[in-house]
């Protein structure tokens, strides 16, 4: 696939077929995502799977209480039976780095820019991704963490669910790059 159809092509999937991703598929998407540009070349990323729909549910269910303590503005449009988390995708992925301080926020940069290139694999392969940035929250419960599998010397950065979407999503529009200056 060509690199600008790829980007173009790529959109967030929040409805998938019950088909379970294969081994080959996301073996490839993981090993696109270390080949990511890294900070001094550490490579900081560690990788859980889960394909477990009752801890994927778990994930879903405890991230909707989060949310509805942490942003109680927008808690009602979590407050439904719906999995409006994971939304009953077959695996998430949980791209995790090591604790360290002074690295955090490189760890972090790291870890997405990972998780780019594991989105742009997925979709060439015929994939669906879409990052699950209410996860994060499950970062203030140390027990849920442990519950999906983090060690306590690791950090969740990038959660995202992956499968074979159920329908064909149009290519999106986009605004023109906004410069706010061009120094010269």
């Known amino acids: 696939m060509e690199l600008d159809i790829c980007i173009r092509g790529r959109r967030s999937v929040r409805s998938y077929t019950d088909e379970p991703v294969s081994k080959e598929d996301i073996e490839a998407v993981l090993e696109a995502g270390t080949w990511a540009p890294t900070g001094m070349s550490r490579q900081p990323w ?3 799977i889960i394909e477990d729909r009752k801890l994927i549910k ?16 927008i ?17 998430l992925v949980l791209v995790c780095a090591e604790k360290d301080k002074l690295w955090d926020q490189v760890n972090l940069l790291d870890s997405v820019l990972a998780a780019q290139n594991m989105f742009l694999k997925a979709h060439e392969l015929g994939l669906g991704t879409c990052f ?3 996860v994060q929250f499950l970062s203030s419960k140390p027990d849920a963490l442990k519950k999906v599998g983090i060690p306590d010397g690791c950090d969740l950065m ?6 074979h979407p159920k329908v064909k999503h149009k290519v999106g529009k986009r605004d023109k790059p906004n410069i706010l200056k061009w120094i010269k």
Not at 76 to 91: G, H, L, R, S
Not at 158 to 163: A, D, L, N, T
């Open 46 to 48: 560690r990788f859980i």
């Open 58 to 73: 778990y994930v879903s269910e405890e991230t909707k209480l989060l949310v509805q303590q942490m942003m109680p503005t």
């Open 75 to 91: 808690a009602k449009d979590f407050q439904t039976e719906k999995d409006v988390i994971c939304y009953n995708a077959p695996m």
């Open 132 to 134: 699950m940035g209410f």
């Open 158 to 163: 990038v959660p995202f669910i992956i499968g």
